[in-house]
């Protein structure tokens, strides 16, 4: 088992961040704007980047303005029994966030790429939070 790790310092208090990674609104301004979300325990959200099928996630914990975790349920074959976590701490007004995206199989070409998608979503969040305007799906050149 392999994991995608990633950090970032977003300055912006923490409720902000939770806020943007647990509604429509946020995820739909840092993620993608098709999906279905709900910010509660066992709801399975559900996220489209056009690939004949929706992600799937089913919020398995919610500790507001300092962790969230999804279990995948349905998505691509390599996603499925992985988990996302988003782990937050705010010192003097800077929100840190780790990502992770637990429990892969293996380091295939698809990790690699999912790799830097969890980068430019970091950096989407970073945008949305900081100034208002996130990068979704449906707006990034690959």
């Known amino acids: 088992m392999t994991n995608i790790e990633h950090i970032n310092y977003i300055k912006t ?3 902000k961040v939770y806020e943007a990674l647990t509604t429509e609104k946020g995820l ?3 993620w ?3 999906l279905k979300v709900k ?10 980047f056009d690939d004949g099928y ?3 996630m089913q919020i398995k914990h919610l500790t507001k303005n300092r962790r969230i975790e999804w ?3 349905e998505s691509d074959p390599e996603w499925i029994g992985t988990s996302v976590i988003f782990d937050l701490t705010e010192k003097n007004g800077v929100t840190t966030v780790i990502l992770n995206h637990a429990n892969w199989k293996d380091v295939t070409e698809f990790y690699r790429w999912c790799n830097y998608n969890w980068g430019m979503f970091l950096l989407s969040l ?3 939070c900081e ?3 996130g990068t979704p799906f449906q707006e990034r050149k690959f």
Do not use: M
């Open 28 to 30: 739909s301004e840092v």
């Open 126 to 128: 970073k945008e949305y």
């Open 71 to 73: 279990a995948c349920v």
């Open 32 to 34: 993608t704007r098709e």
């Open 54 to 56: 929706a992600t799937k």
């Open 13 to 15: 208090p923490a409720a």
């Open 39 to 48: 910010p509660e325990i066992n709801f399975i959200n559900e996220f489209d």
């Open 131 to 133: 100034d208002g305007k």
